[in-house]
């Protein structure tokens, strides 16, 4: 490149300019352009000394300065002495000092510009090239026409790109190539193009991912289907196809345009402006210690902290690089989470982690003023169900400690305050949140989830659902099993079909019937749960070869059975997964079952509907539509589950619910429960560690990244429904990865992405 244009201008215009500049630092308080930090001391050479009797005279001192350029000054509060200094803390290092105040130049802790610059002083010396920048006071390669002489006020220090002339497009310097005179910089812009701590708060409006990819726009759901909605997070300031954080990420990020690439972090450089340490306060414990900066590095119990930036003993993912203002230092206690009071992963292999004790600030025992307390019962037991037992109790029956109901450690789950707000989930006091059978809590025990609590319940003889327990919230979610003509499962000793011939094709005797065959042991009164109705096949001793009682032949083989799960949604139409519909493509094959809620039992809710029509998915995609011979009677156990409106995929933070044929603490495999589940993002699930790029775009995964959620088996085409307002509306059907203990699984098949051709599958047949 050539000579600056402002090479040639006379040196009366830059004098105006020099001048125009030094007049910024005087509008307003001359302390709100310093950065704070109370209890440092600097360690520089090149200083002055002056006596002032306050902060800001100080910093007035700084601005006069003319032995070097003042970056910072120290004010000792006893002595009233002023130190200018002609270094910061990113030049220099730093001692604890309990009397000292050091104030920073914010325009030089910064490392990015405002506007086009002009009053840059970051440390970048490089253009945007890649080529060294020549040092200011230097003549070769290039002789200057900006030197530190004649431009004192303008920042010309070592070889700092600068833009001492106001050039339009910002810092520049010269370089060190001899054929390149000059070259402009690649520096961020303050507040927009940079990031403070993982940039949850960052408002730029950087659009493109590191790789270059232009983002999509956060109100778009092409081409990748999401939840994370200006609607859904208002806060987030989800503008434009702008990169953001709304999750808590390690930093900004976007969906891309590219079909291939779901998302990507976005190249956003993080604000070089220290996070001001709190000094005397943050070394001692106030409130939950959050702001705890002490170096205690010892548990209650006595075990030392391990390293915040190692894996050993145990692995974390409280990296100190992924979260810059946690101040994880070191192996001293923190709070970066939000616990009780601060805490440490411990070097002992058998103990991850423990509380830390803290000396309280103003001297209370740890715990007395955390929290404002209620008043417990004065009894430690429990009426009805123990919901709206509220005492202190905080040991399971077995003797292990309850884990804090806010916390994730050691076991992470979805029983927090903030989503049960009338459950009163203080500290680790057990509770019983969801309307279980008695008061419970997630143990500190990493190999134990959950237990009951050590309580007895008040001997009272109130009826089990006291007036003062609050009403579990019933989830109408229709669940049906599929059975096959041609198959079984095991030796179908759960077969409830309808089928009453043998396989040579003579009729059933009915099982409450005695003639012509006499028999005592298999009748609906001797096995009540065998499901003996009428003259249909079972197998209630779990004979090998299946069993049922003919006219004429007894234990003759019926009929194999296999079933899988789908919702109601239309009177006649029922919603499950394709692969549920492999055996056979005859709608003659298949029957559904509505309206129970037990395997094992013999319901009244029971109907039973043979199926008109089958029709799969036309793209391969695990969906798949029955058309039923009828409409179904609509009643309390059987009704229609609500669809998706439009294209938009549930937020990740919505109230949703797996149903399954599953075990959730301690209850039969063969009842319907239904398990709250948290959503997750695609990418997510697809991390190396987790799915490792096998969730696909028009599918999605649920539960947790680590930990477990309740002991659950997921049943193939079962629904997944998220709360909205005052209805339930299903946005997943479940397709593979049934293990719900398991992280980020199982995976639903999104329904929003195919709404528009069950809609369309309705109104055609």
């Known amino acids: 490149m050539g000579l600056k244009i402002t090479d040639l201008l006379n040196c009366s215009i830059l004098i105006l300019m020099s001048d125009s500049f030094s007049s910024l630092a005087v509008k307003g308080d001359i302390l709100d352009d310093y950065l704070r930090t109370d209890g440092i001391w600097i360690l520089t050479r090149n200083k002055q000394f002056y006596t002032t009797n306050n902060a ?33 803390t990113k030049m220099t290092v730093t001692f604890d000092s309990m009397d000292a105040i050091l104030y920073e130049k914010k325009i030089y802790l910064l490392q990015c510009k405002r506007g086009i610059g002009k009053d840059y002083r970051g440390m970048e010396a490089k253009t945007r090239r890649g080529i060294p920048c020549q040092k200011w006071s230097e003549k070769t390669p290039h002789n200057p026409n900006y030197t530190p002489e004649k431009h004192p006020n303008a920042g010309l220090d070592e070889n ?9 497009s910002g810092p520049w310097c010269y370089t060190t190539d001899p054929a390149t005179r000059f070259d402009y910089c690649n520096i961020p812009e303050c507040e927009r193009e940079c990031m403070q701590c993982n940039g949850e708060d960052y408002h730029g409006e950087v659009s493109r991912t ?48 590219s079909p291939t690439k779901r998302w990507e972090y976005c190249n956003i450089p993080r604000c ?29 119990s006595g075990n030392a902290c391990q390293h915040w930036n190692t894996q050993f003993p145990h692995r974390h993912g409280w990296i100190p690089d992924r979260y810059p203002c946690k101040g994880l230092d070191e192996n001293y206690c923190r709070n970066p989470d939000g616990e009780k009071k601060p805490w440490c992963y411990t070097t002992n292999n058998s103990v991850r982690w423990e509380y830390c004790a803290i000396p309280h600030c103003d001297g209370i025992e740890q715990g007395v003023a955390d929290v404002p307390m209620q008043v417990p019962l004065p009894e430690e037991c429990y009426r009805g169900k123990g919901q709206s037992y509220r005492g202190t109790t905080s040991i399971t029956a077995s003797g292990k400690k309850c884990q804090a109901w806010n916390s994730m450690f050691p076991h992470r789950h979805e029983k927090t305050p903030d989503r049960f707000p009338n459950a009163d989930l203080r500290d680790n006091y057990c509770r019983n949140p969801d309307g279980d059978s008695s008061p419970w809590c997630f143990t500190t025990d990493p190999t134990t989830t959950w237990e009951y609590c050590s309580l007895k319940r008040c001997d009272d003889h109130i009826q089990e659902h006291a007036p003062n327990d609050p009403p579990i919230q019933q989830l109408t979610t229709i669940s049906f099993s599929f059975f096959f003509t041609d198959c079984i499962n095991g030796n179908g000793k759960d077969y409830r079909g309808t089928v009453a011939k043998t396989g040579r094709g003579r009729t059933c005797q009915e099982w409450s019937s005695q003639k012509p065959h006499s028999h005592k042991y298999f009748t609906p009164v001797t096995h009540p749960r065998a499901g003996l109705d009428k003259n249909y096949c079972r197998n209630p001793d779990g004979d090998v070869n299946g069993v049922c009682v003919s006219h004429g032949v007894q234990h003759t083989w019926c009929i194999n059975v296999h079933h899988c799960a789908g919702t109601l949604i239309h009177p006649q139409w029922v919603l499950t997964a394709a692969q549920c519909l492999q055996e056979s493509t005859e709608p003659s094959s298949y029957r559904v079952f509505l309206g129970i809620q037990n395997l094992n039992a013999a319901e009244p809710s ?16 695990d969906i798949a539509l029955l058309k039923l011979s009828s409409p179904v009677t609509i009643t309390d156990r059987v009704k229609p589950v609500c669809l998706p409106e439009n294209s938009l995929m549930v937020e990740g933070n919505a109230v949703c619910f797996l149903t399954a044929w599953g075990k959730t603490r301690g ?26 790029g096998s969730v696909k775009n028009h599918e999605f995964c649920g539960g947790f990244t680590f930990g477990s959620i309740d002991n659950c088996e997921a049943e193939v085409g079962g629904p997944l429904v998220c709360q909205d307002k005052d209805r339930f509306i299903q946005y997943g059907v479940t397709s593979w990865g049934l293990d719900c203990t398991q992280p ?11 709404v528009s051709w069950i809609k369309n599958a309705i109104v055609v047949h």
């Open 56 to 88: 800001k005279e100080c910093a007035e001192k700084c601005e006069a300065e003319r032995n070097f350029n003042c970056r910072a000054f120290l004010f000792t509060r006893k002595k009233l002495q002023c130190l200018t200094l002609a270094e910061n």
């Open 160 to 168: 700092y790109c600068r833009n001492p002339d106001g050039d339009e």
């Open 210 to 257: 590191e790789s270059g990819l232009e983002c999509q726009r956060w109100d778009a759901q092409e081409p990748h289907m999401h939840g994370f909605t200006l609607k859904h997070f208002p806060e987030k300031d989800l503008k434009m196809n702008y990169c953001r954080n709304p999750d808590g990420e390690l930093r900004p990020w976007c969906f891309t345009t």
């Open 272 to 300: 070089t402006m220290r996070v001001p340490v709190s000094g005397l306060g943050s070394q001692c414990l106030s409130g939950k210690g959050e702001d705890y900066q002490g170096r205690i590095a010892i548990t209650e």
């Open 606 to 621: 029971l109907q039973i509907q043979s199926v008109q029509k089958v029709l799969k998915e036309p793209t391969g995609a």
């Open 667 to 692: 209850k039969a495999y063969l009842v319907l429960k239904d398990v709250e589940f948290p959503v997750l993002e695609n990418r997510i699930c697809n991390r190396p560690e987790f799915l490792n």
């Open 744 to 754: 980020s699984k199982p995976v639903f098949v999104r329904i929003p992405s195919f």
